[in-house]
């Protein structure tokens, strides 16, 4: 099991992406416990790219509930459609938002979040819970971020 994180120094984005998701993958190859791979994907993405805020959602009892995160206290609960993370839930698919208080309905669980993007992890075909990352920049996220924080996310729905 690794113990550090290797991020390359003067990487683009996705050179850090290829280098982090087969680390986050071998830490939690093999892993069985839910919790410990949530906390330990949370601190690798905040560490790798100083996100604001980095975290899940589990579905529960028809809301999501906060899981493991990174980052400044959170929102507890989120209802189904409400937010950027109830949107993903709902529509089964990534929210990427440049700018959250142009998002209808956003919630604001921190004033300083900005932008934010919300990939919904699967059980089968059913939303079992969302990747939740924050930033204090807008429009911070991209197609780049997207496309590999799917990929991890898909990995993750593989360990489900």
């Known amino acids: 099991m690794a113990e550090s994180l290797f991020v ?10 290829e280098a982090v998701i087969p680390q ?11 919790y410990a791979n949530l906390a330990n994907i949370a601190a ?4 790798a790219f100083g996100f604001f805020w ?3 959602y589990l579905v529960k009892d028809e809301q999501l509930v906060l899981g493991p995160f990174q980052g400044p206290i959170a929102c507890t609960r ?7 993370c ?15 208080d142009a998002f209808p309905g956003h919630i604001a669980c921190s004033s300083a979040s900005k932008s934010e993007i919300v990939v919904p ?3 089968g075909n059913e939303v079992a819970m969302v990747l939740d ?8 996220f991209d197609e780049t971020d997207q496309k590999y924080l799917e990929e991890l996310m898909g990995i993750l729905s593989k360990a489900l």
């Open 54 to 56: 980095v975290g899940f």
């Open 24 to 34: 986050i993958e071998a830490l939690i190859t093999g892993e069985p416990d839910l």
């Open 133 to 140: 990352v924050d930033s204090d920049e807008l429009a911070d």
């Open 44 to 47: 690798a993405l905040r560490e």
């Open 78 to 84: 989120i209802n189904f459609g409400k937010g950027v």
């Open 86 to 100: 109830g949107a993903a839930w709902k529509e089964a698919r990534t929210q990427l938002v440049p700018d959250v």
């Open 121 to 123: 992890v699967f059980r």
């Open 8 to 17: 390359p120094d003067a990487a683009t984005k996705t050179e850090k992406y």
